[in-house]
Each structure stands twice: as structure tokens, then as C-alpha cells.
Nanobody, 126 residues
Framework: QVQLVESGGGSVQAGGSLRLSCAAS????????MGWFRQAPGKEREGVAT???????YYADSVKGRFSISQDNAKKTLYLQMNSLKPEDTAMYYC????????????????????WGQGTQVTVSS
């Protein structure tokens, strides 16, 4: 089992920045793909970014150039640096992990992920 706990959400004005963290514990070596997903009220959960083996990154088109995913293996922590935030980025953000042969495809398929955190709310006001 892998346990994931997110933190770092909050309220910010448009154009601002936030950094989300996801602390992993348990059987973490059973996963090689981690990601961030988000879900706004009334919408489906969507992929934001994934990272394979702590190195190769993939991003949704809507966040490219603004968000950056990274992983600190020593600390077993996943990060999401979010810059130039927009009101449409408002959502509950979730951390997820899985052992996958395609972290790129997993970005578009939340169902591929086995482990999930409880989420952290991000609210961006205009």
C-alpha cells in the first residue's frame, strides 16, 4: 500500500503562485509514475501533470509553461509549482501514484492510477 498526503493549497489572486506538495509513504517503490489531477465542481477529474521515474514529465496543454512537476525521491515528496494562476485553475487537486508502462497515457486516464491522496483545494480569484 502507498499513502499520499497533499498540502499547500489555498486562495490566491489571478497571476499568483502556489506550490503543492504530496508526501508519500508505504510501499513507494511499487510505483514509477506519479501525477497531479484536479477536479472542479460539476466537472470530470482531469490530468494536470505526470512524472515518470522522477525524471520524465508530461503536462496538460492548459498548464504547459505555467506549472512544473518535480519529485524528491529522498524525501518521497511530489511537488507541483503553479505560476501565473488563472481562475479556471480553481479545483480540488489530487496526488496519485501507480506502476505504469506509460506515464504519458496515464495523464489522460485517472482510472489507471491505483493510489490517491485526499486532495487539497486551490481557489484563484480574478
Amino acid at each position: 500500500q502507498v499513502q499520499l498526503v497533499e498540502s499547500g493549497g489555498g486562495s490566491v489572486q489571478a497571476g499568483g503562485s502556489l506550490r503543492l506538495s504530496c508526501a508519500a509513504s508505504g510501499y513507494t517503490y511499487s510505483t514509477n509514475c506519479m501525477g497531479w489531477f484536479r477536479q472542479a465542481p460539476g466537472k470530470e477529474r482531469e490530468g494536470v501533470a505526470t512524472i515518470y521515474a522522477g525524471i520524465i514529465t508530461y503536462y496538460a496543454d492548459s498548464v504547459k509553461g505555467r506549472f512544473s512537476i518535480s519529485q524528491d525521491n529522498a524525501k518521497k515528496t511530489l511537488y507541483l509549482q503553479m505560476n501565473s494562476l488563472k481562475p479556471e485553475d480553481t479545483a480540488m487537486y489530487y496526488c496519485a501514484a501507480v506502476y505504469s508502462d506509460s506515464c504519458r497515457l496515464a495523464l489522460g486516464s485517472p482510472g489507471r492510477f491505483r493510489y490517491w491522496g485526499q486532495g487539497t483545494q486551490v481557489t484563484v480569484s480574478s
